[in-house]
């Protein structure tokens, strides 16, 4: 299929296939637009780039499990890509995720098919997508930049997370782990694997590295 002079290019990058699908389908009957591709995840972005300038609707869930490395790739790997991220919850520690992974902008679980429309024309324009609630959430953050504040980078880790994150750090093995929780070895595994990503870390031994640095404290 070819694209329509003027039309905007879009990928789709969503976990779920049901939500992927509507998600095309509801863009594809608004003028002047083009799904190109759907995505599961960054990898299937990277597999399979669209050519040209385009915009990558993405989901926050499934920029999580990405991971922040693997997301910042795509800015270096997909130049001419202007991400836009969706799905994002109403609070700072979310907005303020989007603008560290370089999203051109975001739109709040609360938005409306009009609202998601309009930031897609919006981002296509080159201009910067924020909603009245996001821009409240972006200058108190720039205002606690300027008063010194330190924000260390959001984990979003669950109260489970947490849990197991502690434990981590005082060196327990998944095996340890499950029998102080009750839990399967292979579901802390599990845990463990989505804890590395969520802090952009590699190994178990970077998460004690990360305690030591002080650049992390511990759970409460």
């Known amino acids: 299929m070819e694209q ?3 039309s905007i290019l879009l990928g789709v990058v969503h976990a779920s296939r049901v939500i992927r699908d509507s998600t095309v389908a509801m863009l594809a009957v608004q003028p002047a637009m083009r799904v190109a591709r759907a995505y599961a995840t960054a990898v299937d972005v990277m597999t399979e780039p669209i050519s040209g300038p385009h915009i990558l609707l993405y989901d926050l869930a499934t920029a999580r499990q990405d991971g922040p490395s693997r997301l910042m790739g795509l800015h270096a790997r997909l130049p001419q890509a202007r991400l836009l991220m969706f799905n ?3 609070d700072d520690q979310a907005i303020i995720e989007c603008v560290r992974v370089g999203a051109s902008g975001c739109v709040l679980q609360d938005a409306t098919v009009e609202d998601l429309v309009a930031a897609i024309r919006s981002v296509a324009r080159g ?3 924020s909603s009245p609630r996001v821009i409240t959430s972006l200058f108190s953050y720039v205002a606690g930049l300027q008063a010194g504040e330190d924000r260390g980078p959001p984990s979003n880790l ?3 997370e947490e849990q197991i994150l ?3 750090a005082e060196g327990l093995s998944n095996k340890e782990i499950a029998q102080q929780l009750r839990l399967r070895p292979q579901t802390v595994k599990n845990y463990v694997h ?3 990503q969520k802090l952009d870390l590699r190994s178990r031994l970077d998460v004690i590295k990360l305690f ?3 650049r992390r404290s511990p759970p409460s």
């Open 212 to 214: 030591r640095s002080g």
């Open 88 to 90: 994002v919850m109403d």
């Open 4 to 6: 329509e002079p003027g």
């Open 127 to 129: 201009t910067p997508h």
């Open 166 to 168: 502690q434990f981590l």
């Open 194 to 196: 989505l804890i590395l």
């Open 158 to 160: 669950t109260p489970r």
